[in-house]
């Protein structure tokens, strides 16, 4: 009887066991899984701060419409989120990038500089390779001067030394004192508000998503709004890019709904989620000047009612060259801009374009874009790009 009773715990012990082996299989499976996707620890990570925004719901607009928070994915299928590395030092690692400026314009002066003779034909060479690169008339005749005198000053072809007064006096073109801080920091309750405008093609939705990845890569939190209602496709361009870093989109569920009111929600949302920054992408169809006025004046209004924009940043493509002054001083006229954020930098010989766009505007470049990779877009540092340029 004692054996009989042995055997039946016995069989319900082993039975106990193997259940437990089957329902725990697969949960080791799955965090086998997780482990292999956290492989690379500088790109993945939890979601953190970042995705505690994503907690704000839809609701309806101050303009009547209806605004959409795209429900969190479920965590079974969720692709895992990304960490961005910090954005510190990134032109340093991008700045082969700039290798057709290189060759265009570095070689080709220091070549001029340092060759025997330097006469007025050679002088004006070097101004025409200036404005070649888009430099601008003014800048190149001023930096041609200031490099004429100090050569003869110092009496010296010396290719080093030439080198050294060519890289100061572009410097001093490009500008070291400007304030080329990135206005993210929330203040009195209210997270920075940044409105990113610029026009279509220009690469204005991919900044603002790579933005967002900079600034989350820099520890901060961040809410996208696609204000830029006209396109469906620039709403889903920007879900893509904020679902990779954790962050919340606020989007309009009807193309060419009101674009202020898209603003609105965003910030409102973006304030009750307590995120850091709200990044608004605008509509950037070239349209009349009164338009434009129009509806970015009223997307100021209505952020304004909230708070304020902290930054204005206007997205230029490198590669345009006169005909992207020509729209950045439309912009200017409408728009108080605060910072440049020049893309396509890695596909252009013209890296003059820097100092002729700060000239026009009055304001600085803030962010290069050097590529289509989501981390291709770096603070921009004056001295790399000296240097890069220079080789
Ligand atoms: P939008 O119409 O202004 O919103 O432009 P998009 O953000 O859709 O970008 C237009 C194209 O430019 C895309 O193919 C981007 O990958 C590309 N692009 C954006 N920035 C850069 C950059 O810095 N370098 C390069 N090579 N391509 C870029």
Redesign the pocket.
């Known amino acids: 009887m004692t054996n009989v009773l042995l055997i039946v715990i016995a069989i319900i012990v082993l039975a106990l066991i193997v259940g437990g082996a089957v329902l725990l299989g697969p949960r080791r499976r799955g965090a086998g899984r997780g482990q292999a996707t956290d492989a690379g620890p500088s790109t993945t990570a939890p979601p953190g701060r970042a995705a505690g925004a994503g907690t704000a719901e839809g609701g309806t607009t101050a303009e009547g419409g209806q605004i959409t928070v795209p429900p969190p994915t479920p965590a079974e299928s969720a692709p895992a989120v990304e960490r961005p590395l910090p954005s510190a030092g990134r032109m340093v690692r991008l700045r082969s990038r700039l290798a057709r400026s290189q060759t265009a314009f570095g070689s080709a002066l220091l070549g001029l500089l340092s060759s025997g003779k330097l006469d007025q034909d050679t002088w004006d060479e070097i101004e025409e390779i200036l404005i070649t690169a888009d430099m601008g008339a003014g800048p190149a005749a001023q930096l041609v001067n200031q490099l004429r005198t100090e050569v003869k000053v110092a009496g010296t072809r010396d290719p080093a030394q030439v080198k050294a007064m060519l890289r100061a006096d572009l410097l001093e073109q490009v500008g070291t004192d400007l304030d080329r801080t990135l206005h993210a920091q929330p203040h009195g309750g209210r997270p920075a508000v940044m409105l990113v405008v610029?026009v279509?093609?220009?690469?204005?939705?991919?900044?603002c998503g790579r933005l967002a990845r900079v600034l989350i890569g820099d520890g901060g939190t961040v809410l996208l709004g696609a204000a830029d209602t006209f396109r469906a496709a620039?709403a889903d361009?920007l879900q893509t890019w904020a679902e990779r870093v954790g962050a919340t989109v606020v989007r309009s569920d009807r193309e060419g709904a009101d674009p202020a009111s898209v603003a609105f929600d965003a910030v409102s949302k973006g304030t009750e989620a307590g995120v850091d920054t709200v990044i608004v992408d605008t509509a950037?169809r070239l349209h009349t000047k009164a338009g434009l006025m129009d509806e970015l004046g009223k997307i100021k209004r209505v952020i304004a009612r909230q708070g304020s924009v902290d930054e204005a940043l206007l997205?230029l493509d490198a590669t345009t060259g006169q005909n992207g002054l020509r729209q950045a001083r439309v912009f200017a006229e409408v728009v108080d801009i605060t910072g440049i954020v020049l893309?396509?930098?890695?596909?252009t010989a013209k890296g003059g374009i820097v100092i002729a766009v700060q000239r026009e505007l009055g304001v600085p470049v803030k962010l290069v874009?050097?590529?289509?990779g989501p981390d291709?877009l770096a603070p921009f540092e004056p001295e790399t790009f000296v240097d890069a340029l220079l080789g």
């Open positions: 610029g279509n093609g220009t690469g204005k939705t991919t900044t620039a361009q950037g997205v893309t396509k930098l890695d596909g874009g050097l590529g289509e291709d």
